[in-house]
């Protein structure tokens, strides 16, 4: 082999690719958010990551379009996914007579965007998406339902301090209708999409350049500005008088939702009203949500989605209205790790090392088999070294127990079990050790 | 909407995509192999589905390369790994220096081959492989420990008709070093891992064609059908009196693993020494392992692997031996599917269904967040509908239990508990209806 031509080994850059320790924590909080949208009743679904580019791009069309992994092989135009709606869209419109409306699943898995690299933008990275989808119709509790997955998720993954902003899209859109400027509407809701980012001065001076009147500006300005607690938020909506059919659907849905929010038991402080939120696309035609981590806002929204009319008008005739979520969550890993939000503390799979000084390797395959059937992760130290290099394995991957078998535990038929984080040893019976470790 | 061009939502031939009865079961029998895995502390590794050409191609070359998707992305050659073990050798290679070895890795993941599209071929499929990887040495006694993990994990996925092929490369290459052809080698072992499949009459012949000698076909037949029970083989090969330190040396090994493969409790229906085995391929240089489920040997081996004396010979000069193997998953779930093996029984994630008759819909709420509370899994059926429709998506999903709240229900707090399987119905308060599921 000395002679072959080597090759540097390297990881694309925009490719999450993680040592042990912090594998072993992305995957379990990948597992606490599928428990969690479990614990809700959805059901699993899973699409294949390439698609035929027909089917996949039959809607997208600009940016997107140009951040995709699109390949032929043989005489196919073939493409990699960029999110989890689109194989959603196909898979209902396809499979619609064999599924059971409303139809709730969840989605956890990798797509694919050639995005500008930067720190913290990732081109292959982990979607956590939840749907739920009506077959003409869809009870607007569902919206309702949603805030209540994102708290749960959040919460069980160990976060608190976290705030789900609510709007509905049907506001926005009727304050345009009652002003009479509906024409500008995308626009305009692109513009106010960033009124966080570049504050209400830079807002009003876009809308000016867009040519809408002094008074509406003001108008506009007088509605973004609505504050106080979410109730207040509710009536002075209300209050605003409007004509406009869209605009009152919008407040009543609004006011269904928070009622509803609040029985699903999510607490005051995790939810807000955000009247701004408009979420950019054009996609969504109802409730809108984000997810800000309170104090780390900088990072952006860590889910977000809403209620969309029509699921999947590229693929089928029939109406399927729709409400779900996406978690991003390799760039959600990244950012909690750089700010120092992970707790990272487990190195090893294994609970106990069991390592041999000589004698007593049949002895550590009986001690493995039987605390494997205790449900016990082990594993036996197998390799030919002086104790303190076997010590230094168990140490290095912070293993919590080594179970030691010289000459005289094999005689006695009792083992050294000691303690990696004390040092403390006890020579123990295998049923002692057992109870230990669970202990 | 209506007059959108629509494209046929479609799936590409090879990709498998499940309706959710059976992704329920794909999900189920994936986390039992993850937690087996697991259970034998195995960390976790993923890497992306996306390496550059140049790293993941380092070693491919023939059949292999062309079956590979790769494809340009701005200036950069891309490729879709087709194994775990390219990007296993990259890893170790790229990350040596932060790595305890022993490394003993699991990956669960797709990979991606542009096969001939024929039934139960798939060209996007999961395969779930452990290494234990050595630095510079690793104990025969991990050859051992495989064939546990390979029975521990069918025997967790309600599997025990299957047999573990056990044989060692050093005892084929030390029989042609022995007859002196081992410049036929490769050769040879090609013809002979066809044996089960094509007879020993045409194994004979194609021997003979290669220009193999009549006496040394002779001697390999012989060889070849060495029979009898394990020990009986282990016997039978120290009694033909080889001279060939290799043949000696895997003779040794091979008795080694079988002792210690009983240690580790691997019933003797559930192994067996095949000397037949040779894996094809020449990167095998000790213990090579299939697996057959009994009386489905038709469908081929469904967990295969072996040793290999130097993982990552293309990226670093480090010798880094290992042991590992491979089950593609998806081939087996088709394979079992189809022989009617799967018990996919389960066609919901939800335990409970709670339906309202025009009231109740805020007791729904509580009654469902205190079910999550307990770990139940469960759903409010929140569309407008008659009680008939709601009932009939219970059954349809086969929910096995509905919770029924009407105006009783909400008058007296106690709720009704309805048993699908049985049909049986009963008014009980909310701690009652917990018990009930959880019994």
Not at 30 to 58: C, H, N, R, W
Not at 147 to 155: A, G, H, L, R
Not at 226 to 250: H, P, Q, R, V, Y
Request: glycine residues 8%.
């Amino acid at each position: 082999m000395e002679d072959i031509k080597r090759v540097e080994p390297r990881t694309l850059s925009g490719f999450m690719e993680l040592l042990p320790q912090d594998q072993i924590k992305f995957n379990e909080m990948l597992d606490k958010i599928k428990k969690t949208y479990e614990l809700y009743g959805f059901l699993p679904q899973e699409t294949p990551i390439v698609e035929s580019s027909e089917v996949l791009l039959a809607k997208a069309g600009g940016e997107t379009e140009k951040q995709i992994y699109s390949f032929k092989k043989g005489d196919k135009d073939l493409s990699l996914r960029f999110d989890l709606t689109v194989p959603l869209a196909k898979y209902v419109a396809q499979y619609y007579n064999e599924l059971t409306f409303p139809y709730r699943r969840y989605q956890i898995g990798k797509v694919y965007r050639g995005e500008r690299a930067q720190k913290g933008r990732y081109r292959e990275f982990y979607q956590c998406d939840i749907d739920i989808i009506g077959d003409g119709k869809l009870s607007v509790i569902n919206d309702a339902e949603i805030p209540s997955i994102i708290s749960t998720t959040f919460k069980n993954l160990g976060f608190s301090n976290f705030v789900i902003k609510i709007n509905n899209r049907k506001i926005l859109n009727g304050l345009f209708e009652e002003l009479d400027i509906s024409d500008k509407m995308t626009d305009i809701l692109i513009i106010i999409d960033k009124l966080e980012k570049i504050g209400m001065e830079a807002v009003k001076k876009e809308l000016s350049e867009l040519n809408v009147s002094a008074e509406n500006i003001n108008k506009i300005e007088d509605f973004l500005n609505i504050s106080g607690t979410t109730d207040e938020k509710i009536n002075k909506l209300k209050a605003l008088g409007f004509e406009s059919e869209k605009f009152k659907e919008g407040v009543q849905e609004l006011e269904e939702v928070v009622k509803y929010v609040r029985l699903f038991k999510v607490e005051e402080e995790n939810f807000m009203i955000d009247l701004t939120i408009a979420r950019g696309l054009d996609y969504y035609t109802g409730t809108v949500y984000e997810t800000n981590l309170k104090g780390y806002e900088s990072i952006g929204s860590i889910c977000s989605g809403g209620r969309y009319e029509n699921l999947a008008g590229y693929y089928t005739k029939k109406n399927l209205p729709g409400v779900g979520i996406s978690i991003g969550f390799t760039r959600l890993f990244y950012n909690l790790k750089e700010l120092g939000l992970l707790n990272t503390d487990k190195k090893s799979i294994s609970k106990v090392s069991i390592v041999t000084m000589g004698v007593g390797l049949e002895n550590a395959v009986e001690i493995s088999n039987i605390l494997r059937d205790n449900n016990i992760p082990n594993e036996i130290y197998k390799e030919d070294a002086k104790i303190k290099a076997k010590l230094n394995y168990a140490n290095n991957l912070e293993i919590p127990y080594v179970i030691i078998i010289g000459e005289e535990e094999v005689e006695k038929g009792l083992y050294t079990l000691k303690d990696m984080s004390t040092g403390s040893q006890e020579l123990l019976s295998v049923d002692d050790i057992i109870k230990e470790i669970i202990k």
